[in-house]
């Protein structure tokens, strides 16, 4: 049974202690509690349908997808997010979708990633579970419209029948002495399905380093330290450029403990030649799962993305450093190393896979 707690009412459940003493736990609505779950905007209609898209034409299926039915009330933008579970109530896959909407029925749309889903080898029938619609962006401030804790059962699906990710690393080694400004971008395409697209970077590490690393926290960020390098707290600039574009949107997910923190931009509306772009430098050490989507142009049949990371690295001597590629495509990396004010001075270095500017 789903039980759904709407904004009128208090649910009270009553708990017996050891002793026997019984207490009583009153969750409030919005209307009892000022706030808690933000202005009418919009609901979720109750409405749900999925299916299974192989967008590239490969045989496996890159997306399942789940139609959720929005009343709105109130003009603005608005996000949903989900999870799939398993029956057996394992988390499978997240997705966000982020939209502007007028007011009347409106339609969001949750893209699972396949690749995902494959790598669980979990099958389905899968649960959606932990349901929130709110309005706003992060930046601006969002706000909780519905939730719902389980919301809908998709059909049955065989997880083998989702696309296979690739996963990789790549080193780079050699000594110098002085500051070095990384530059690290992958180029790819999403097509383009039903007028929209969607690219899913799973298991992303932030900054992409997988040797062993320090992380001291303070105030103004994070740096870290390796073996024959310190990577100072900024610059930490993750930019996304979409070509052939009506918007764009990005939506992160990172797990933090036995919490998990989600974070959506602003919908960025594309110049009149088709092309946004979004940027921040607050993403904080840890490892995310991003979803970059948004409405195509009306003749463009793949989107052009273009990803960069950057941070400066001091080195001393001999250094290897290790970069964690999981989740992006294979083979269309390139590293640019600057040096920071002329100061660096390289002996010799080699990266294992990637071309260097």
């Known amino acids: ?76 933008e608005y996000s949903l997010m989900g999870f799939l579970y398993t029956l ?38 899968y649960r959606l579970k932990k349901v929130v619609l709110s309005s706003g962006s992060s930046p601006a401030g969002q706000q909780i419209c519905d939730h719902l804790p389980e919301a809908y059962q998709t059909g049955a699906y065989n997880s083998s029948e989702f696309a296979d990710p690739t996963r990789s690393e790549k080193t780079i080694s050699g000594t110098g002495y002085g500051e070095l400004l990384l530059t690290f971008t992958v180029e790819d395409a999403a097509p383009v399905y039903s007028g929209r697209y969607s690219y899913d970077i799973v298991n992303i590490t932030i900054p992409p380093i997988s040797t062993p690393i320090e992380v001291a926290g303070s105030k103004t960020g994070y740096a870290y330290t390796l073996p024959g390098i310190f990577m100072p707290d900024k610059p930490n600039n993750f930019t996304v450029t979409a070509e052939g574009v009506k918007n764009l949107n990005i939506g992160l997910k990172k797990p933090q403990g036995e919490r998990i923190r989600t974070w959506v931009s602003t919908q960025v509306e594309a110049s009149e030649e088709g092309m946004a772009t979004e940027e921040t430098d607050l993403i904080s050490p840890g490892s995310y799962h991003v979803k970059i989507f948004g409405d195509a142009l009306d003749d463009v049949t793949m989107v052009n993305l273009t990803m960069t990371m950057e ?23 390139s590293i640019n190393a600057k040096a920071v004010n002329g100061s660096f001075s390289l002996d010799e270095i080699e990266i294992g896979g990637l071309s260097i500017e």
Do not use: C
């Not at 409030?28 to 299974?52: H, M, N, Q, T």
């Not at 690295?313 to 083979?331: A, Q």
């Open 1 to 76: 049974m789903l039980l759904r707690i709407s904004r009128n009412m208090a649910l009270v459940i009553k708990l017996s202690s050891y002793s026997g003493k019984i207490f009583e736990l009153v969750l409030l609505s919005a209307l009892l509690i000022p706030g808690a779950w933000g202005d009418d905007g919009a609901i979720l209609s109750g409405e749900y349908k999925d299916r299974a898209v192989d967008v590239d034409g490969d045989g496996l299926y890159d997306l399942l997808i789940v139609e959720a039915g929005v009343e709105v009330t109130y003009p603005g």
């Open 88 to 125: 057996g109530d394992v988390e499978v896959v997240w997705s966000i979708d982020h939209r502007r909407f007028e007011v009347g029925n409106q339609t969001m749309i949750l893209e699972f990633d396949g690749k995902t889903i494959e790598t669980s080898g979990m099958d389905g029938p």
């Open 311 to 333: 941070k400066k690295l001091i080195i001393e001597g001999e250094f290897s450093l290790g970069i964690d590629t999981t989740g992006f495509p294979s083979g269309n990396y």
